[in-house]
């Protein structure tokens, strides 16, 4: 009720910040971090306290006067995942507190993790210090964590000139023209399509070519995720077809039926492009769609 | 050691909600049912604990003193704790012996603020608080660090609730829905609720407490443990000093019928079951405890008064109650009470 007259806003603030001294462990350490150098102080008992404190948790003595340096990497113990940051918060975005181990230490580093997700955090994951532009001698000179270097993007890219020559420039020739191709194994009585020089089961001379119908069933598919420059949109379904008369399915895309109609025994029919935009292409054939005939049993 | 019993307990009906009322407007009533209950005046002793930052105004606890008639002036102290460890203070200065009774109170608005935030000014100013690191923030990495079955700690909220709706100082909480986290792993329905009240007890010991009751609720073992304040230096998957606090009160000595816990998120109340080796036996937050009511500043001594009530009642013979403080169970009082 912001329009009550007995409502009041209130503030509780020290104006220009409360001043601390930091004796001179803490100071230590803070100076430490402002050359972008992490320190843990020994105890009387040889462990290495990060951050450093003045007396032994364990057992109440002042710690030795060594310093060491530790990190900068360390180990996450343990982690929580901030979806909505605080304005207080050390990061602006999504991110992980974490309990960080950092190598050298014998106690962990509470700080702030910069993660993709919560799916990237994981108890034993290494994380690095990434440092504020300018330190001052404060925590937040490490301004978080950031998981280690474990993956890279490799850009791949070579051109290369193809050419179709013998069997399947015949059947490509076929495809410019409208039709399938095929070819008949005598000694396996197996017809295949696209047409090849050779049957692949016995080696044998397959016999000249002839065209098979441009309809068939889908034995199996795939529903794709990932766009392909050949596919109309995603996701897109790619298909095993066994053409009528043939005995080896062929892959081509399935089109003009959502993705999860399709399925094993439809029957299809190639979509061919308009004559006059006809190719000696597989592009001939923007892809197979339904039929609407009745599902086919497969064996 | 003399001994001293818990022979009264009040508390206000909670609320979810700021009511307006001012903090000596929010005791005075509670005081003034223990006063009547026991016909008692004045005390020994009187001891309180509350937090400043909960209403942003430094010395608050002062003004509360308007609500007990501290004229002619009383003996009296404060602990920026929860109100258990006032009844700490109170516990030990009877065992001084030259006073017989004690009023100790604990309470809090924390409506009027953010508690999430306001908790982050009671951590390390040079490691912690300027991380932001907020309640919920450490709470969660506690939690994570514990790794409990998820649907444990939903049925803990689920019966924490259900056991709150029929508790009439507790507040009406719906059955636990949603998925949502507030910080992952903590789910929104792990976060104990924001709550204004307060409580109020009175110890007594010798003759005074079979005066003032027909059944004291007596204090057997009562003992406080802390452990550091830094997350880095502890196991957050146990808490070493409660389990070191239940061991030097006794709590295992015999069975315990009914266990207060002071458990404001579920996982907490695996690590104190475990810490206080508490068997299936023992009956755990009958109240609905913190998750259905948490007066912060009150709730630890409301745990105390609760575990006493069954003994009141007669409705148990040994009953246990565990108060908090500091991020993650940093410290832990267990205090062992039997008819």
Known sequence: MPSDPLVAQHVLEFPGGYTRTTGPVIGRFLTELRARRIVGVRTAEGRVLVPPLEYDPETGEPVTGEYTEVGPAGTVKTWAWVEQPLDSHPLDRPFAW???ELDGADTALLHAVAADNAKAMAAGMRVWPVWSDRPTGHITDISHFAPEVTKIVSNVRAEYRLQAGGALRTFLEGVE?????????????????????????????????????????????????LPDPRAPEVPFVSAYILLDTTDIPMIALIGDVPAHEVRQGMRVKAVWVPESERTASMANIRWFAPTGEPDVELS | MRDVAIVAFAQTRHTDHDTGLTEPELIAPVINEIKERTGLRRFGFTCSGSCDYLAGAPFSFVSALDALAAWPPISESHVEMDGAWALYEAWVRLQHGDIDSALVYGFGKSSLGDLRTIMTLQLDPYYLAPLGLDQLSYAALQANAVGADRAELDEIVRRSRADGRGNPYALDLPEPDGEDFAVQPLKKTDVPPITDGAAAIVLATGD??????????????????????????????GSASAADAARAAGVGKAPVEVAELHA????????????????????INPSGGPLAANPVMATGLIRIGEAARHIHDGRARRTVAHAASGPCLQQNLVTVLEA
């Not at chain 1, 039709?179 to 397959?206: D, I, M, T, W």
């Not at chain 2, 579920?266 to 068997?279: D, T």
């Open chain 1, 98 to 100: 974490a309990l960080i």
């Open chain 2, 208 to 237: 005074l407490a079979t005066r003032l009751c027909a059944t004291p609720a007596y204090i057997r073992g009562i003992a406080h443990r802390t452990e550091p304040h830094y997350l880095g230096l502890r196991d957050l998957s």
């Open chain 1, 177 to 225: 023209r409208g039709v399938l191709l095929a070819g008949r194994c005598e000694r396996c009585a197996k017809v295949y399509v696209p047409y090849r020089l050779n049957c692949p089961e016995c080696g044998q001379s397959l016999g000249d070519t002839f065209e098979v119908p441009d309809t068939g069933t889908i034995t199996t598919f795939a529903i794709n995720n």
């Open chain 2, 264 to 283: 404001q998120f579920p996982h907490e109340e695996i690590i104190l079951r475990r810490a206080l080796e508490l068997g299936g036996g023992t009956l």
